[in-house]
């Protein structure tokens, strides 16, 4: 399932995902399954025909990501892999960073950081330039909107209706996720 909010530049994307890293780091083996939201950069394309033609809007490299994760071996709730990613590269996401803050009160942690776009894009090191006002504003608008639909992934990963593994014969680890 993915839900995309689009501002001016930027947008957020969230969506369920099921996930197991190849190469984890000591106590993080095995399947995860949770919620990814990503504050990503939005362009606009060329209109395609006249001006009533739709204009494509392409969803592009991310600025920040923030994982609510847990082992698939953990109760419902737990939140023990959560984690946010404050340095991306392009297109590569740096280290995990866990907070302990971020992990006991993750909806509180994730509203907090969405309305306050600027400390965010300062604590990654991105350019406020790469933002409008227009992002600011709509996003400290619609943060409580964005929360509630994590909400909701969260409860409908722990029912178990997503955030499933990948189908039997898949060749990969990753099933369910847009991000």
Sequence with gaps: MLYLFGFD?????????YFVDPEPIPGQEGAERGVRLEIRRLEQGELKGSIYSARPIAVDRPLWRIDLLESVESAPGSFDRTHHHPTIEGW???????????????LKWLGARLVDLEGV?????FDRGEV?????????????????????LLERIHTGELGTPPDAGSATSVRASWL
Excluded at 9 to 17: E, K, L, N, Y
Excluded at 92 to 106: A, C, I, K, N, Y
Excluded at 136 to 145: F, I, S
């Design 121 to 125: 894009l300062d604590e990654v090191g």
């Design 132 to 152: 409008s006002a227009a992002d600011v504003a709509g996003l400290r608008d619609r943060a409580p909107e964005i929360v509630d639909t994590v909400a909701r």
């Design 92 to 106: 590569e996401p740096g280290p995990r960073v866990f907070d302990t803050e971020l992990s006991g009160e993750p």
């Design 9 to 17: 530049r930027i947008g957020v994307a969230v969506s369920d995902i």
